[in-house]
């Protein structure tokens, strides 16, 4: 099973497979938990907007000028694949926070979930589509 994700800003989010909807980030991160905790998928892809098409490797404790966790790690690696270059530069963004608070849980419950998070162009779709 794969879980996509995407927020409301998003504007291609209708073009996605069913994807959840971030609108209140802190409110819907702990709705997206119990779903994930619940059905246990085998990959989680986040999906942002970009002018770059970039799959990230990692999540940084970062978040504007700040830190997610404090007792955090300094950061998780995410799954990447060969469908799009690899990006070593993680964000401070929403985008990083949701891919690190991710992390976190999937390693607190052990679970045997993968987290891709993608910054993409709406024409680079299909490459995502296809793992989807």
Same mark, same amino acid.
């Given at each position: 099973?794969?879980? &996509?994700?995407? *927020?409301?800003?998003? #504007?291609? !989010?209708?073009?996605?497979?069913?994807?959840?909807?971030?609108?209140?980030? !802190?409110?819907?991160?702990?709705?997206?938990?119990?779903?994930? !905790?619940?059905?246990? #998928?085998?990959?989680?892809?986040?999906?942002? @907007? =970009?002018?770059?098409?970039?799959?990230? !490797?990692?999540?940084?404790?970062? *978040?504007?000028?700040?830190?997610?966790?404090?007792?955090?790690?300094e950061s998780y690696e995410l799954h990447t694949n060969?469908?799009?270059?690899? =990006?070593?530069?993680?964000?401070?963004? *929403?985008?990083?926070? &949701?891919?690190?608070?991710?992390? +976190?849980?999937?390693?607190? +419950?052990?679970?045997?979930? @993968?987290?891709? *998070?993608?910054?993409?162009?709406?024409?680079?779709?299909?490459?995502?589509?296809?793992?989807?």
């Amino acid at each position: 099973m794969i879980l &996509t994700y995407t *927020f409301r800003t998003c #504007p291609f !989010k209708d073009k996605l497979n069913e994807p959840f909807i971030f609108g209140k980030l !802190k409110d819907d991160l702990k709705t997206f938990f119990e779903i994930i !905790k619940k059905q246990k #998928p085998e990959l989680v892809i986040g999906i942002a @907007k =970009s002018n770059k098409s970039v799959i990230e !490797k990692y999540a940084i404790n970062k *978040f504007n000028n700040g830190v997610i966790n404090k007792k955090g790690k300094e950061s998780y690696e995410l799954h990447t694949n060969n469908l799009l270059p690899i =990006s070593n530069k993680p964000t401070n963004s *929403f985008c990083n926070w &949701t891919a690190y608070k991710i992390s +976190e849980l999937i390693e607190k +419950e052990k679970l045997n979930t @993968k987290l891709i *998070f993608t910054h993409i162009k709406e024409k680079d779709l299909i490459e995502i589509k296809e793992i989807q």
